[in-house]
């Protein structure tokens, strides 16, 4: 999920193999970007479902707005 400027949640842990469903409801377009991932750029309400099939600690941020501190960290173990 993403609202102002921040994800919620910004932290979080899945299994190996498990999807995570985006959505942006938040009023402008945003991204979800981490080191081997990218969604693109999302427009208000959009949805969109990556799955992560190896283990590790990712950091992930929004293009536009990483220097405004929205980052987050997802765990895949
Ligand atoms: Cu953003």
Redesign the pocket.
């Known amino acids: 999920m ?1 609202s102002p ?1 921040t994800f919620n949640p910004k932290d979080f842990t899945i299994g190996v193999g498990d999807a995570v469903r985006v959505h942006n409801g938040d009023t402008i377009t ?2 979800f970007t981490g080191p081997s991932w990218d969604t693109g750029d999302m427009g208000p309400g959009a949805v969109k479902t990556l799955r992560f099939n190896k283990a590790g600690t990712f950091s992930f941020y ?1 293009a ?2 990483q220097s405004l501190g ?1 980052t987050g960290t997802l765990t895949v173990r």
Do not use: A, L, N, S
């Open positions: 993403m400027y945003h991204t929004c536009p707005h929205m």
